[in-house]
């Protein structure tokens, strides 16, 4: 047994995917839908974008890497980690800009042509915050560097969103992302569970997630109206959100990170 899963015991905790428990994958959306911001859940992809995102879809076609977290006792949903596999073997370097929706395009293409996977994807994690701060999402990125070594794959890629990013909503990610604490970690702290785990930063990737809505949508999600066209900031946005009252759509491209964890050791 892996020495996380004997931390999760210890901790009264459980893990279960919905591959072993298809009711969870709703409650997980659920979760989900409670804790992220609006304009994460509600926008769609842009008109015409290569990569058009299908979050439900990952239930279906990768339901052994969506993992919930819950309470022994109770079977409380305390967190949960999504994750894909897909045939892409590249190198870091060669990751693309376009991070979070090229995964799932990337992993759905893969997956429907019946390529074999060779690496896992991250996708995201997600914990109830009446249980934050006490490193489960360490725990949670542990499993997923569990399974990628149990399918028998080196590398676990994670398009990460920095928790801290949208405090510094002008900061090119480039910059952002080599940002040290007074130890030498990221100033970041998610990337600094990452990074604690033994992930390595592989390069931005400031076209990860691609957000669009019509006007009244993103005045709705700000809580402010967007009078003209231009480009605007509110809070959650790691970068700006660019509105075009002509063609009443708001479109938000965020950027990212991608980090690496290599689990062959
Ligand atoms: C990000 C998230 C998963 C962290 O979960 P968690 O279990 O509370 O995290 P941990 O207890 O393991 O703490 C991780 C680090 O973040 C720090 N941290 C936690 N909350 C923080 C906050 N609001 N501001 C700054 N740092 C914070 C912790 O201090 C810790 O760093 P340290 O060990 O160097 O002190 C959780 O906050 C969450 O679900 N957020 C909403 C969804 C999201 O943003 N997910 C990440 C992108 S996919």
């Not at 929706?101 to 997600?126: E, F, N, R």
């Not at 702290?189 to 400031?206: E, S, Y």
């Not at 809505?213 to 967007?226: H, L, M, T």
């Amino acid at each position: 047994m892996m020495p996380q899963f004997d931390e999760i015991q210890r901790r009264g905790l459980a893990v279960r995917t919905v591959a072993e428990d298809g009711a969870l994958a709703p409650r997980i959306g659920a979760l989900s839908d409670s804790i992220w911001p609006r304009f994460v859940v509600e926008a769609h992809t842009p008109r015409n974008h290569p990569y058009p995102a299908d979050w439900p879809g990952i239930f279906a076609r990768w339901p052994q890497y969506q993992f919930g977290l819950l309470d022994q006792d109770t079977d409380e949903l305390v967190g949960a980690a999504h994750a894909l596999s897909f045939a892409w073997d590249g190198a870091g370097a060669d990751l693309p800009d376009f991070g979070w929706d090229w995964a799932m395009w990337q992993g759905k293409q893969d997956y429907l042509a019946g390529a074999t996977p060779h690496t896992m994807c991250a996708l995201s994690i997600t914990v109830d915050p009446r249980y934050r701060g006490q490193g489960l999402s360490t725990l949670l990125v542990s499993i997923m560097r569990d399974a990628t070594a149990r399918a028998g794959f080196t590398r676990l890629l994670a398009p990460v969103r920095p928790t801290l990013k949208h405090r510094y909503p002008i900061t090119p990610m480039a910059v952002y992302a080599n940002w040290r604490n007074q130890r030498g970690e990221p100033l970041d702290p998610w990337m600094r569970v990452h990074a604690r785990l033994g992930a390595t930063i592989a390069k931005p990737c400031d076209k990860s997630m691609n957000l669009a809505g019509s006007v009244a949508d993103w005045e709705s999600w700000a809580e402010i109206p967007f009078p003209t066209s231009g480009a605007y900031i509110f809070p959650g946005l790691f970068a700006p959100v660019v509105i075009d009252r002509e063609s009443d759509e708001g479109v938000y491209v965020e950027p990212n990170v991608w980090m690496v964890h290599d689990v062959s050791a």
